[in-house]
């Protein structure tokens, strides 16, 4: 699999989480490709942390509006009834519980739903921004990201990385496999049938506990 396919792989699975009516908060980066899969007659309610509940699709090139950016600063568009507000009505919004679904990347993830996306040591960072907020508040925190970089595991026994937060991680999206945090470990519950379960645990530095009920990614 090439970077698009990867990338198109895990957001489609990853938009199958989603339900209709969901409030969702999605990263930067490839999270943002999931409204794009999202199955017919499911529609969810995205929030943005820097004050909007109602984002609409990017806007065409040319269209953009320089006052509608996301998190990020990325263009964004509004749907009918959405609102806008600012960033402490929007972290109320987050830290009141009403985001079902924040769905992140991660550079690594640990055995005890432990993760850090934020920064490495020595490396200049944007910062960690809204996500501590994020996976505290949010309902459900589900993980939508590579399985490995550059070849090295990012599934880790336990994070070497600063913390973002400690235990809020739910459920791993990769291009392998979906995986659930328990409080017994990771649990493979869904694998790309283009991998064997051994394939998967030699991407994976964490010991995986193969579901006995463990299917295809559709």
Not at 64 to 89: K, Q
Not at 99 to 106: I, K, P, Q, T, Y
Not at 185 to 206: H, K, M
Request: some cysteine; glycine content about 12%.
């Amino acid at each position: 699999m090439d970077k698009n396919e990867i990338r198109t792989f895990i957001a489609r699975r990853a938009a199958q989480e989603l339900h209709d009516g969901d409030v969702v908060n999605l990263g930067i980066g490839l999270p943002t490709l999931i409204p794009n899969y999202l199955p017919e007659g499911v529609n969810v309610i995205l929030q943005s942390e820097n004050g909007m509940i109602g984002m609409g699709p990017t806007p065409e090139e040319g269209k953009e509006d320089p006052w509608m950016i996301n998190a990020g600063g990325g263009f964004i568009t509004a749907v009918d009834g959405a609102s806008t507000f600012d960033s402490a009505t929007s972290f109320g919004i987050i830290r009141g519980g009403h985001v079902d679904v924040s769905v992140l990347g991660a550079m690594q993830v640990d055995e005890e739903g432990d993760l850090a996306n934020w920064m490495i040591p020595g490396k200049k960072t944007p910062g960690m921004g809204g996500a501590m907020d994020l996976l505290v508040g949010a309902k459900k925190v589900i993980l939508a990201m590579e399985h490995t970089a550059k070849g090295n595991p990012k599934i880790l026994k336990k994070c070497t990385l600063p913390l973002t937060a400690k235990g809020q991680v739910n459920m791993i999206i990769t291009e392998m496999g979906v995986m659930e945090i328990t409080p017994k470990g990771i649990v493979l519950t869904e694998i790309n049938p283009e991998f064997t379960v051994a394939d998967v645990q030699a991407a994976t530095e964490a010991t995986l506990i193969i579901s006995p009920n463990l299917k295809e990614i559709k």
